[in-house]
């Protein structure tokens, strides 16, 4: 029986874990091109906001990600963006660099979301998206702008690229150990 045990064991660390992961930002920040760049490792000729939600399934060394991009006005009805943070490993927020103006709407949302019950054991990548162009703030910065260190859940910081890629197999990584 103690062979069974120990092959059983092998098989089930050789299993994939599963992760349902909700990404949000304030809209324009590149979540759905972000999305798009993970899982088909390629640009989408153009993106139009998402009115309400995208779903993927993305494969990342052992772990089965499934992504549910909700759009940044869909966010603003919280009660109906709400019963997509059920039973969550992980939030990933993913915010614009180069948007200074809107840091504090992004502030905002991120601690109303990361507050809530919900997301409470979550884990949480933030994405300081749009690192390829000239005027993004640095990593840092976006950290201090968002308060990053008031939120009580396990978080990490990635700079990237919905363009370029820059960033996210990195914050893949993180978040494949993390959940």
């Known amino acids: ?3 069974n045990s120990s092959s059983h064991d092998r098989h089930e660390s050789k299993r994939k874990k599963q992760a349902k992961v909700v990404m949000i930002g304030l809209d324009f ?16 000729p153009s993106t139009v906001p998402t009115l309400g939600f995208n ?15 909700i759009g940044g006005l869909f966010l603003k009805t919280k009660q109906l963006a709400q019963h997509y943070f059920e039973k969550n490993q992980a939030v990933i927020f ?6 200074k103006a809107r840091m504090n ?14 997301v409470s054991n979550c884990k949480l990548l933030v994405l300081a998206n749009k690192q390829d162009l000239p005027d993004a703030m640095s990593v840092d910065d976006v950290s201090r702008e968002l308060n990053l260190m008031d939120i009580k ?3 990490s910081i990635q700079g990237s690229s919905a363009k ?9 990584d993180w978040l494949s150990k993390n959940v």
């Open 1 to 3: 029986m103690g062979q």
């Open 29 to 44: 920040a590149g979540k759905s091109s972000i999305m798009y760049k993970m899982k088909q490792k390629k640009n989408l």
């Open 55 to 69: 779903v993927e399934v993305l494969k990342y060394k052992r772990v089965v990600f499934t992504l549910f991009d």
């Open 94 to 99: 993913v915010i614009d660099s180069t948007d």
């Open 105 to 118: 709407d992004a502030k905002q949302t991120l601690h109303l979301i990361m507050d809530d019950q919900l």
């Open 153 to 155: 859940q396990t978080w």
């Open 164 to 172: 370029t890629g820059i960033g996210l197999l990195e914050g893949l």
